[in-house]
């Protein structure tokens, strides 16, 4: 089924968001537990186990529930410390489990967890048969220094080799609009890195060829009309979708596409869709008490991140559904929701739609912790700043009105809580607004912009003298 499309609404308050460029949601991740992958009709699981789609390109039978690789754990959240580098046993125990539960999906790129995700991924898979798996990864040549053939066909290469493996199931143009049609031009035609993938698929190598997409919608409407032309046929497509970005996506980021399009042009050409950002980077795993009350009212043993996967993976056409679970609980919870998932009932998939529109009147920022900004030249733990910040809205715990008998409690929290989330000397005050961050925005956030608000509203509070 695909998602209803009621009429839109708005407030004035949302029109005072929009105009002032501020807008979005909650915070965390999340998700649920199951059994051994089965098929049944149209894709769908037998009571206890993982609920399959099939892909009709390449008859596939693909869990529903896809393992992002863009979050796994590191050793410094085992011990404490600011250390990055990954836990690759950490890593194994959780690859471990999602295939033993039916989870045969799993998702990197060169790009992910500062260049670490491939091979840590490719060890822990490798450790079990290649028959029982399957790897996506992506062409991720950004860099204008990896557009020469040679160097983009060298990540190739190189994703093969951290992989171990010789092929890739699902291989990925990553980003595609991202820089508008000059970029995409730059980076697969007239290097002819487009041609060699192609070739690639043509001898096994790859065996499923797409794109994953982001901002400009030219870039994407090409792609789709160089497959209505004959010119290429695309195996499948990863794109952003969620109950906020069904409908909303350009009022959290106007260089964005509304799902509802995005879904409905692959659809129609029986192009199988991988869906990014189902949490909207982990806003949609919590909610403010009204909502998250509404959503335990309906479904009092749910977590509020499986409304979210539901929504994602309901309707037909999904091929799987990405999460990056960073520990167990995240997995076994997106386990419990998608073995087997229950679609989304019209009244259900309503009630989520009107939720959307009850979020977006929080100013909260529209990060999505995918931190591709980092490392900040100047130190600033820009994820880091703006979660704490959404927290604390989504919480209703922002200091807001200094007559407010909750004001001198709020304001310690929000202090004493930035203090022990990032350090001091990572905090927004450290941003200079060099702008380095901001192209390598995905969602097209002006960082600088809401750094600065958040560190004069942190000052103001540390210069007040209430307690």
């Given at each position: 089924m695909r998602h209803n499309t009621p009429k839109k609404t708005d407030t004035g308050r949302r029109s005072f968001l929009r105009n002032m460029g501020i807008f979005t949601a909650a915070g965390t991740l999340a998700a649920c537990g199951a059994k051994t992958p089965t098929d049944g009709d149209n894709g769908d699981a037998k009571k206890g186990g993982m609920t399959m789609r099939v892909n009709p390109n390449s008859g596939d039978s693909v869990s529903l529930l896809g393992f992002g690789g863009m979050r796994f754990p590191t050793l410094g959240a085992a011990n404490g410390t600011d250390n990055t580098t990954l836990d690759q046993e950490a890593v194994n125990q959780l690859i471990d489990h999602a295939l033993e539960h039916g989870v045969n999906y799993f998702d990197t790129s060169p790009a992910y967890c500062k260049g670490q995700s491939e091979a840590a991924l490719g060890t822990a898979l490798s450790r079990h048969p290649r028959k029982s798996y399957f790897i996506a990864t992506k062409l991720s040549n950004?860099?204008?220094?990896?557009?020469?053939?040679?160097?983009?066909?060298?990540?190739?290469?190189?994703?093969?080799?951290?992989?171990?493996?010789?092929y890739i199931d699902y291989l990925l143009l990553h980003g595609i609009g991202m820089g508008g049609m000059a970029n995409f031009n730059g980076r697969y035609i007239d290097n002819g890195v487009l041609d060699f993938l192609k070739e690639k698929r043509a001898d096994g190598t790859i065996r499923n060829l797409g794109f994953s997409y982001h901002g400009d919608i030219e870039v994407f409407d090409h792609l789709l009309a160089m497959m209505d032309k004959g010119e290429i046929h695309w195996d499948f497509a990863q794109i952003q979708m969620n109950y906020i970005d069904w409908q909303h996506a350009k009022e959290i980021n106007q260089r964005n596409t509304d799902a509802e399009y995005l879904y409905g042009e692959l659809h129609r050409r029986g192009i199988p869709a991988v869906v990014m950002e189902p949490l909207l980077g982990g806003r949609l795993a919590s909610a403010s008490q009204p909502i998250t009350r509404k959503m335990k009212e309906r479904r009092p043993d749910d977590s509020v991140a499986s409304w979210a996967f539901r929504y994602?993976?309901?309707p037909e056409g999904i091929l799987t559904v990405l999460s990056g679970m960073t520990c167990m609980e995240h997995l076994e919870d997106n386990?419990?929701?998608?073995?087997?998932?229950?679609?989304?009932?019209?009244?259900?998939?309503?009630?989520?739609?009107?939720?959307?529109?009850?979020?977006?009147?929080?100013?909260?920022?529209p990060c999505t912790a995918c931190k591709y900004c980092m490392p900040c030249p100047y130190g600033v733990d820009i994820p880091g700043v703006f979660a704490h910040y959404n927290r604390c809205i989504e919480e209703d715990n922002l200091p807001r009105d200094i007559s407010d008998p909750q004001y001198a409690k709020a304001r310690r929290a929000f202090l004493y809580g930035y203090d022990r989330s990032v350090p001091r000397l990572r905090q927004a005050a450290r941003c200079i607004g060099c702008g380095a961050c901001v192209s390598h925005c995905p969602q097209n956030i002006t960082i600088p912009a809401w750094l600065g608000k958040i560190n004069s509203y942190t000052e103001k509070l540390r210069s007040e003298n209430i307690d």
């Amino acid at each position: 089924m695909r998602h209803n499309t009621p009429k839109k609404t708005d407030t004035g308050r949302r029109s005072f968001l929009r105009n002032m460029g501020i807008f979005t949601a909650a915070g965390t991740l999340a998700a649920c537990g199951a059994k051994t992958p089965t098929d049944g009709d149209n894709g769908d699981a037998k009571k206890g186990g993982m609920t399959m789609r099939v892909n009709p390109n390449s008859g596939d039978s693909v869990s529903l529930l896809g393992f992002g690789g863009m979050r796994f754990p590191t050793l410094g959240a085992a011990n404490g410390t600011d250390n990055t580098t990954l836990d690759q046993e950490a890593v194994n125990q959780l690859i471990d489990h999602a295939l033993e539960h039916g989870v045969n999906y799993f998702d990197t790129s060169p790009a992910y967890c500062k260049g670490q995700s491939e091979a840590a991924l490719g060890t822990a898979l490798s450790r079990h048969p290649r028959k029982s798996y399957f790897i996506a990864t992506k062409l991720s040549n950004f860099d204008e220094s990896t557009w020469p053939h040679d160097k983009s066909v060298g990540m190739f290469e190189a994703s093969l080799r951290n992989l171990k493996t010789d092929y890739i199931d699902y291989l990925l143009l990553h980003g595609i609009g991202m820089g508008g049609m000059a970029n995409f031009n730059g980076r697969y035609i007239d290097n002819g890195v487009l041609d060699f993938l192609k070739e690639k698929r043509a001898d096994g190598t790859i065996r499923n060829l797409g794109f994953s997409y982001h901002g400009d919608i030219e870039v994407f409407d090409h792609l789709l009309a160089m497959m209505d032309k004959g010119e290429i046929h695309w195996d499948f497509a990863q794109i952003q979708m969620n109950y906020i970005d069904w409908q909303h996506a350009k009022e959290i980021n106007q260089r964005n596409t509304d799902a509802e399009y995005l879904y409905g042009e692959l659809h129609r050409r029986g192009i199988p869709a991988v869906v990014m950002e189902p949490l909207l980077g982990g806003r949609l795993a919590s909610a403010s008490q009204p909502i998250t009350r509404k959503m335990k009212e309906r479904r009092p043993d749910d977590s509020v991140a499986s409304w979210a996967f539901r929504y994602a993976g309901t309707p037909e056409g999904i091929l799987t559904v990405l999460s990056g679970m960073t520990c167990m609980e995240h997995l076994e919870d997106n386990l419990k929701t998608f073995s087997p998932l229950q679609p989304l009932d019209d009244d259900e998939n309503a009630f989520l739609l009107r939720t959307a529109v009850e979020i977006l009147e929080n100013d909260t920022v529209p990060c999505t912790a995918c931190k591709y900004c980092m490392p900040c030249p100047y130190g600033v733990d820009i994820p880091g700043v703006f979660a704490h910040y959404n927290r604390c809205i989504e919480e209703d715990n922002l200091p807001r009105d200094i007559s407010d008998p909750q004001y001198a409690k709020a304001r310690r929290a929000f202090l004493y809580g930035y203090d022990r989330s990032v350090p001091r000397l990572r905090q927004a005050a450290r941003c200079i607004g060099c702008g380095a961050c901001v192209s390598h925005c995905p969602q097209n956030i002006t960082i600088p912009a809401w750094l600065g608000k958040i560190n004069s509203y942190t000052e103001k509070l540390r210069s007040e003298n209430i307690d």
